[in-house]
């Protein structure tokens, strides 16, 4: 497509343009950028994500919809050289995110960034339909999850064409609590084992469970899979062969899958120090904190961006 026949297309198609194979990443980002204007001039609060793309250094606004999944939204949001970084990093949130997180998942996605360092750049990727919370009965089944995983696979090959040109290009994805059942159920269900779209390495931090992945192999990483938790994490113990699993009610596909840290699953597999200050604050920061600075999760996060060797002890 000439520029010219760019020029139409975007004025014809507007933003839905942006959600086609091939579209060029800097054509995605400014007419992305357009929809954020056109809403915040509307009046609606996405602060959110003009905030994340307004911080400092090169960010990308790959993909944002307010509307989408009756009012969570979606948002894809890349910082540094996606296009010609070396190693890339891609991150999956998990249950509760919305539109409205994205602050949050800037602050990860520059975390594991200067984790990895040698100039990775990293994507924070909104782009399914995540579950609301424990009220929501999606949380204990891999409908989002396999939805959510044809989407991600979609981005990871559209991603990968992109980076064809890259001399030694790695992309590593990252999957978080729900996202990591979002992450191993969309690479086991749909990445061919040559396509653009296979990870060089995936991390599974805080996993549900491992969706429709049994082993790590299903996932097709060409370096292997790492999982990453801490033992007071309540929801890394969910998975099935996990301390607690979550149990067929009368017939009912509930579950999220193995357990990706069983020895049975072959991740290679990185424990977390406990630091529960004790009671329900403490459990649920166990499952929030993996991307703090200074934690030993958030070490070997950035060590398998960089394809470093991993400076902690691990199992598997």
């Known amino acids: 497509m000439d520029a010219e026949a760019q020029r139409r297309a975007e004025v014809e198609f507007g933003p839905e343009l942006a959600d086609l194979p091939g579209i060029p990443l800097d054509v995605r980002d400014r007419l992305n950028r357009d929809e954020l204007r056109h ?4 009046g609606h609060d996405v602060s959110a994500v003009r905030d994340a793309v307004g911080g400092p250094g090169s960010t990308w606004l790959l993909g944002y919809s307010r509307s989408a999944h009756d009012g969570d939204g979606t948002a894809v949001v890349g910082f540094g050289d996606v296009a010609g970084a070396e190693n890339l990093a891609v991150l999956v949130p998990g249950v509760g995110t919305d539109l409205h997180d994205v602050r949050r998942g800037a602050r990860q996605a520059r975390a594991v960034q200067d984790a990895a360092g040698n100039g990775a750049a990293a994507v924070w990727w909104l782009g399914y339909d995540a579950p609301d919370g424990p ?5 204990v089944t891999m409908s989002r999850a396999r939805e959510g ?12 064409r992109a980076r064809e040109g890259v001399a030694g290009g790695r992309t590593v994805v990252v999957g978080h609590s729900y996202g990591s059942t979002t992450v191993a159920s969309g690479l086991a269900d749909g ?31 060409r370096e292997g899979v790492h999982v990453v938790k801490n033992d007071d994490d309540v929801v890394a113990m969910l998975g099935s062969g996990g301390r607690l699993p979550v149990p067929d009610v009368l017939g009912a596909p509930w579950g999220l899958g193995t357990d990706p840290a069983s020895p049975g699953f072959g991740a290679r597999v990185w424990v977390e120090p406990s630091r529960n200050g004790g009671g329900l604050a403490g459990l649920w920061e166990a499952h929030t904190s993996y991307f ?4 030993t999760s958030l070490g070997v996060i950035g060590d398998v961006v960089a394809g470093r060797s991993v400076s902690t002890e691990g199992s598997g």
Not at 135 to 139: I, N, P
Not at 292 to 295: D, I, N, R
């Open 149 to 160: 995983g044809t989407a991600l696979v979609a981005e990871l090959d559209a991603l990968g």
């Open 292 to 295: 703090t600075p200074g934690t």
């Open 191 to 221: 990445v061919p084992a040559g396509g653009a779209g296979r990870p060089d390495a995936v991390v599974l931090v805080g996993s549900p469970g491992a969706g429709s992945a049994r082993v790590a192999d299903d996932l097709r990483a």
């Open 135 to 139: 009220s929501d009965g999606a949380m």
């Open 39 to 42: 809403d915040e001039a509307a």
